[in-house]
């Protein structure tokens, strides 16, 4: 295993949607850390802000991978601080031989607060 150091003017690109994120993997040449070799599932999930999500899916037994990115919405390339009308979500790829879709909508459902935000507004 090889380690690469990135030069100080290298910047990472802003992810737009969950959509482009396997694109610029490729493009990129980056895989994950860890490769499975197993069918799998996907599923996306919007609950709010994306890192409540993430960690509450990544540390599921079953859930495989995570990937946070931007759905829906009007503004081109939204990002972390200007999301505009797009709805933050968490893309997985799960193993249904572990955890059924039944079971990652019970998690959603239980742990989704859809009234917190009093009024409903644009996040930043």
């Known amino acids: 295993m090889s380690l690469e ?3 100080a ?3 990472l690109p ?5 959509s482009t994120v396997r694109a610029e993997q490729k493009e990129l ?3 994950p850390v860890h490769s ?7 599923a996306t999930f919007g609950m709010g802000c994306f890192w409540g999500a993430e960690s509450l899916f990544g540390g599921t037994l079953g ?3 995570t990937t946070v990115g931007y759905e829906g919405g009007s503004k081109d390339s939204p990002t972390y601080r200007s999301l505009g009308d797009h709805t933050e979500v968490l893309e997985i790829d799960y193993d249904p031989k572990t955890i059924s879709f039944k079971q ?3 998690l959603f459902w239980n742990n989704h607060e859809y009234g917190l935000t009093n009024p409903i507004k644009r996040q930043y």
């Open 63 to 65: 859930i495989l991978r």
């Open 36 to 42: 499975v070799n197993i069918a799998f599932k996907t």
């Open 9 to 11: 003017d290298y910047t």
């Open 14 to 18: 802003d992810l737009k949607d969950v």
């Open 5 to 7: 150091i990135l030069n």
């Open 104 to 106: 990652l909508l019970d």
């Open 29 to 31: 040449n980056v895989t």
